[in-house]
């Protein structure tokens, strides 16, 4: 069974505060569309794009909500819980105001060619807050590999998050990579973007998994072999893009890297299917034997 911390309203009373910074970026990243439509245009001269904030606005808003979601079963004890807390919150909300800010005024918040001494420290002290939010993410990591199963983390949850981490700690590796390019790109056509934002995506991706054939209350071998073939789906998938993005190729291509990150991303969608229709026939079956009762 699905432990009860992870219920929404565990969540909300232990992790409020990072569950509302979540939603606040994802709004405004929303209403930052909603400009573009408005203007026409993303562009905002000399080198702002608000489409990369509305990007930054969603992928950080998604991250700091499924972080919320895993953070109230990890092996944490009060103390570092609140400082992972703290560490990812001030990231959060520096980011939601530089990003935003500093795209509508025509400046790159990171990788500025324009800007002036203050627009160069603005972007300093992103890089700095990002990599206090790796180190945390990386301690984290650690501290679930190191720890076994128990009753507030069963050891199917464990797996997912693992497999969930570890992409994630790809794409962080990615953002590093970045920072050292002072862009994103890579030779002739290589685009780091990809890399960075399908492997934080992987936060999602494979506890997601997990999560499904918990509420489904899948055979436990069963359970365990799914979640690791789409935990190591979907790893492989990011490393691939990863070594396509390094050769400096563009992952849109017919050549025999991006066409086996296809076939792991194919695998990784009828796993996430499985477990979907074994979560659904599941709820079927205690509904239908919830309205037998009732009728008995």
């Not at 232990?14 to 569309?33: F, K, S």
């Not at 092996?75 to 509508?104: S, W």
Request: proline share 3%; glycine share 8%.
């Amino acid at each position: 069974m699905i432990p009860q911390r992870l219920s929404r309203w565990h969540v909300w009373r232990e992790e409020r505060a990072l569950v509302v910074i979540g939603l606040t970026l994802c709004c405004v990243a929303a209403l930052m569309q909603a400009a573009i439509w408005v203007r026409g245009t993303a562009l905002v001269l000399p080198e702002g794009d608000l489409s990369r904030a509305v990007s930054f606005g969603a992928a950080v808003g998604m991250f700091v909500l499924s972080t919320a979601l895993i953070l109230p079963v990890a092996p944490l004890d009060p103390r570092g819980r609140r400082r992972f807390r703290n560490t990812l919150l001030v990231f959060a909300v520096y980011g939601l105001v530089i990003e935003n800010l500093q795209h509508a005024r025509g400046i790159d918040p990171r990788f500025s060619s324009y800007g002036d001494v203050v627009d160069l420290v603005l972007g300093i002290l992103f890089g700095l807050f990002a990599l206090a939010v790796v180190v945390t993410y990386t301690d984290l990591t650690l501290r679930f590999f190191r720890t076994k199963e128990s009753e507030r983390c069963p050891s199917l949850l464990k797996v997912g998050i693992e497999y969930g981490l570890v992409t994630t700690a790809m794409g962080m590796a990615s953002g590093i990579w970045m920072s050292i390019l002072q862009g994103r790109f890579v030779a002739e056509s290589g685009n780091i973007i990809w890399l960075h934002g399908f492997g934080f995506h992987g936060l999602q991706a494979v506890p997601l998994i997990a999560w499904l054939l918990l509420r489904a209350d899948v055979d436990r071998r069963i359970a365990s072999r799914l979640a690791h073939i789409g935990g190591v789906s979907w790893a492989a998938c990011i490393a691939l893009i990863g070594l396509q993005t390094l050769l400096g190729r563009d992952l849109y291509t017919w050549e025999a890297l991006p066409m086996l990150s296809l076939v792991a991303a194919v695998l990784w969608v009828g796993v996430i299917a499985k477990a979907t229709l074994e979560w659904v026939q599941r709820s079927s079956d205690l509904s239908f034997s919830q309205t037998i009762s009732k009728g008995e």
